[in-house]
C-alpha cells in the first residue's frame, strides 16, 4: 500500500509506515532541496457518503416536480420537435460552409431552464419511462384540443393509448441498444422501430375494448324486420301505384331476359310471372301484394333445378332492389294522408335496403357452399369470385355506403398472403387428379420421391383450406358489419402515430 503526501501543491506516493518527516526527507531529495521547508501532510482520502434518505413529503414533492417537467415539455413537444429541427438543419448548413456559429436547440435549452429552476430529472429507468409517456399523453391531449377537427383529434379512444404507450416502450428499448452498442444512432433506431409497432397493437387493442362486444343479428332478423315493416306499411293502407307496380314486373322481366332465361326451360318461373300479370290487373297493389309476389320468387330458391334456384334469385334481387329505391312518389297515400304516407315509407325503406343488401351478399356465401360439395371445386375461390361479381356490378354496388363497398372490394382483392396461397394450393390433390396420381404414380416408380411428393400435397392441402377460412371469415365479417349497419371507415394507421409521438418525446 501507499501513502499520498502533498508538498507545495504537487502530490507523491511513498510507501506506509513512513513519518511526516522521513516522508519530507525522502520528497526533498528527489527534489534537491535542503532542509528547513514545511513538513509534508498525507492527503486525506476521501470517503463515501451515505445517501440520505427521504422522507414521505421528499418524494411527494419529487413525483410532483417530474409530473410538472412532463407536463411543460410535453405541452411544448410540438413546437420544439419544428424548432429542433430546424436549427439541426442551420447547423448542418454552417457545418458545410465552415461556421463555427451553432443554433441552440429548445427542447435543450428547455430541460436546461427547468433544472436550473429545481425541477427534478428523472434518474431510474422507470421513472424515464413513465416521464416520456407521460408527455406524450399532454401532447397528444394538447394536439386534440388545439385542433379537434384534425388528425389529431378523431378517434381519441385508440389515439390517446397508442401515443403513450409507444415512447414508453421505445425508451427501455433505446437505453439496452444504446448500452450494447454505443451508438445513438442504432438506439434511436430500435426506438422507432419498437415504438411503431407498440402504436399499432395499443390502437388496435383499445378500439376493440371501446367498441366492446357487438350484437349479433342474423339474416333471420333481418326478414323479420323487413316483414314488419310490410306489415307497418300495409297496415297504413299505404299502396304502389298502378303504374310502379307495371314497372317492378317490368324490371324483373328484364333482367331474367339478361340472363338467359328461356319459358321453355323455366315453367315454374313463367307461372310465378303469370301470377304477377294477373296481380296487376287489381290496379294499385298494396305492400301485402309485394310480400306475396317476393315470397312466390323466394320459394323458388329451393327448387332441385339449379337453373330455377338461379332465375329466383334474380327476382328476389330485383323485387329488393325496387322496394329499397321506393320514394313517396310511388305510391298512394293511406287514411293518414300524404304526410304520414311519406314518413312511413321512408322508415321502411331502411329495411327494405337492408333486406336487398343482406339477401345478396347471403346468396354469395349459399352458392359458395352448394358448390363446394364438388370436390374438384375451391369453395373459397367461390366466394371470391362472388364478391369479385358483385364489385363490379354498379347497379348492386349502389345499394352500400362507400365503407361497405370498400369491405366488398376488399373480399374480393383478398389478405396479403392470398397470392401465396393460391399458388400452393394448386398442389391440393382434391383439386387435382393429375397431381394426385402424379404423386403416387412417382412414388411406385421411385419411393424416394415419396418425401418430397407427399409433404407438398400436404402443404397444398393445408393452403387450401387456410385460404378458405380467412376468405370465408373476410366474408362473413362483411356480412356482419351489413347486417348490425356497423361496417367500420377507413382507420388510421397507428403504427405511424406509434412513431410520431416517439420524435415528439424521444428516449431521454
Not at 429552476?117 to 388545439?146: H, I, N
Not at 390433390?429 to 419411393?447: D, E, W, Y
Request: glycine share 8%; proline share 6%.
Amino acid at each position: 500500500m501507499a501513502t499520498v503526501y502533498e508538498y507545495k501543491g504537487a502530490s507523491y506516493e511513498l510507501p506506509d509506515g513512513l513519518s511526516n518527516e522521513a516522508a519530507l526527507a525522502k520528497i526533498k531529495a528527489s527534489l534537491g532541496e535542503v532542509e528547513g521547508q514545511p513538513s509534508a501532510q498525507p492527503v486525506a482520502q476521501p470517503t463515501a457518503e451515505t445517501p440520505k434518505e427521504q422522507g414521505l413529503g421528499d418524494l411527494l414533492r419529487r413525483q410532483l416536480g417530474l409530473a410538472g417537467r412532463a407536463v411543460v415539455t410535453g405541452v411544448s413537444a410540438p413546437a420544439n420537435i419544428v424548432t429542433d429541427f430546424l436549427s439541426g438543419a442551420a447547423n448542418v448548413a454552417a457545418n458545410i460552409v465552415g461556421s463555427e456559429k451553432r443554433a441552440p436547440y429548445l427542447s435543450k435549452e428547455q430541460s436546461k431552464g427547468l433544472t436550473q429552476l429545481g425541477v427534478p430529472e428523472p434518474e431510474t429507468g422507470a421513472e424515464r419511462a413513465a416521464q416520456v409517456g407521460m408527455q406524450a399523453l399532454t401532447s397528444a391531449g394538447g394536439m386534440a384540443a388545439m385542433a379537434p377537427k384534425s388528425i389529431f383529434g378523431a378517434d381519441l379512444a385508440r389515439q390517446l393509448p397508442a401515443a403513450t404507450v409507444a415512447p414508453m416502450a421505445a425508451q427501455p428499448v433505446a437505453e439496452i441498444t444504446k448500452e450494447i452498442t454505443g451508438s445513438d444512432l442504432a438506439a434511436t433506431i430500435a426506438a422507432l422501430g419498437v415504438s411503431g409497432a407498440v402504436g399499432k397493437y395499443t390502437g388496435d387493442v383499445a378500439g376493440r375494448i371501446a367498441a366492446g362486444k357487438q350484437p349479433t343479428t342474423t339474416m333471420a332478423d333481418v326478414q323479420q324486420k323487413a316483414s314488419r315493416a310490410y306489415t307497418k306499411v300495409s297496415d297504413q293502407g299505404i299502396e304502389i301505384s298502378g303504374q310502379n307496380a307495371t314497372s317492378l314486373v317490368d324490371k324483373i322481366k328484364t333482367r331474367l331476359d339478361a340472363v338467359d332465361y328461356i319459358p321453355e326451360n323455366a315453367a315454374p318461373v313463367a307461372n310465378i310471372l303469370n301470377k304477377y300479370e294477373s296481380i296487376l290487373q287489381r290496379g294499385n297493389i298494396t305492400f301485402d301484394n309485394v310480400e306475396q309476389m317476393r315470397r312466390l320468387a323466394n320459394n323458388l330458391k329451393s327448387n332441385p333445378d339449379k337453373n330455377i334456384r338461379r332465375l329466383a334469385s334474380e327476382m328476389v334481387d330485383s323485387i329488393d332492389d325496387h322496394v329499397a329505391a321506393l320514394s313517396p312518389k310511388d305510391v298512394v297515400s293511406g287514411s293518414g294522408g300524404i304526410d304520414v304516407a311519406v314518413k312511413t315509407i321512408m322508415e321502411a325503406r331502411k329495411d327494405f335496403r337492408n333486406l336487398s343488401r343482406a339477401s345478396t351478399l347471403d346468396n354469395i356465401l349459399n352458392v359458395a357452399e352448394t358448390k363446394a360439395l364438388n370436390p374438384s371445386a375451391s369453395e373459397s375461390e367461390l366466394i371470391r369470385q362472388g364478391f369479385i361479381t358483385l364489385a363490379s356490378n354498379k347497379n348492386k354496388m349502389n345499394l352500400f355506403s362507400k365503407d361497405e363497398q370498400n369491405a366488398i372490394k376488399a373480399v374480393a382483392k383478398g389478405s396479403t398472403l392470398d397470392p401465396l396461397l393460391t399458388l400452393m394450393a394448386k398442389f391440393n390433390p382434391q383439386r387435382s387428379q393429375l397431381i394426385t396420381g402424379g404423386a403416387v404414380g412417382f412414388g411406385v416408380g421411385s419411393p424416394e420421391t415419396l418425401k418430397y411428393s407427399i409433404p407438398i400435397a400436404a402443404a397444398g392441402y393445408g393452403a387450401d383450406k387456410l385460404q378458405a377460412l380467412l376468405r370465408r371469415q373476410s366474408a362473413e365479417k362483411a356480412m356482419s358489419g351489413l347486417l348490425t349497419e356497423t361496417t367500420p371507415g377507413p382507420q388510421p394507421s397507428y403504427y405511424t402515430r406509434g412513431l410520431l409521438s416517439t420524435m415528439m418525446n424521444p428516449p431521454q
